[in-house]
T-cell receptor, first 116, second 114 residues
Framework: KQEVTQIPAALSVPEGENLVLNCSFT??????LQWFRQDPGKGLTSLLL?????REQTSGRLNASLDKSSGRSTLYIAASQPGDSATYLC???????????????FGTGTKLQVIP | EPEVTQTPSHQVTQMGQEVILRCVPI?????FYWYRQILGQKVEFLVS????????KSEIFDDQFSVERPDGSNFTLKIRSTKLEDSAMYFC????????????FGPGTRLTVL
């Protein structure tokens, strides 16, 4: 059974700092990994998706890397801003009981606060 | 920009009652999903749906749950006889077939079972 863990659970940084969020998963037979942000009381916004054959993806100040063999992904946020304050979730798509890659397992989340 | 919509935003029901949560996925998407998030806990996968049938479901998705695409635009989640522990935020998501695998989420429906 896939388990996804995110460290740290919470993080508070001053504005302008670069930071790294970590995601680890127990079963390396994944199809892809997706990073989301979740604002309080809101839905999930997709940030980056990395296919299992890829090593990293970049979008603006965000860079996500994937090391499938070691079961790890990191999300790097450059020059953090107060608007980045949210909970960040990683989600792994893997093999389901039906034999297809449709089962998504979410991590526990990292709650980020960027202080002005 | 197209988005996934969900109604209602908040549903309050009595234990044992049936509820139907509604979602309108992005119009050209072909894969549809339901997730739930109990307050303070992880987002949990419930079910995926493609080509008018369930393609994957979790152990949470038991006989009390069902999904349907009654027309070309709506995607519904029905809970037949609600329990207190069904209280959660329910999210619908959709994605294209092939190409990018990015899932797009709706804002959620908060279900409160009394």
């Amino acid at each position: 059974k896939q388990e996804v863990t995110q460290i740290p659970a919470a993080l508070s940084v001053p504005e302008g700092e670069n930071l790294v969020l970590n995601c680890s998963f127990t079963d390396s037979a994944i199809y892809n990994l997706q990073w989301f942000r979740q604002d309080p009381g809101k839905g999930l916004t997709s940030l980056l998706l990395i296919q299992s054959s890829q090593r990293e993806q970049t979008s603006g100040r965000l860079n996500a890397s994937l090391d499938k063999s070691s079961g790890r992904s990191t999300l790097y946020i450059a020059a953090s801003q107060p608007g980045d304050s949210a909970t960040y979730l990683c989600a792994v798509k893997g093999l389901g009981s039906s034999g297809g890659y449709q089962k998504v397992t979410f991590g526990t989340g990292t709650k980020l606060q960027v202080i002005p | 920009e197209p988005e996934v919509t969900q109604t209602p935003s908040h549903q309050v029901t009595q234990m044992g009652q049936e509820v139907i949560l509604r979602c309108v996925p992005i119009s050209n998407h072909l894969y549809f999903y339901w997730y739930r998030q109990i307050l303070g806990q992880k987002v949990e996968f419930l079910v995926s749906f493609y080509n008018n049938e369930i393609s994957e479901k979790s152990e949470i998705f038991d006989d009390q749950f069902s999904v349907e695409r009654p027309d070309g635009s709506n995607f519904t989640l029905k809970i037949r006889s609600t329990k207190l522990e069904d209280s959660a935020m329910y999210f619908c998501a959709s994605r294209l077939s092939g190409g990018t695998d990015t899932q797009y989420f709706g804002p959620g429906t908060r279900l409160t079972v009394l």
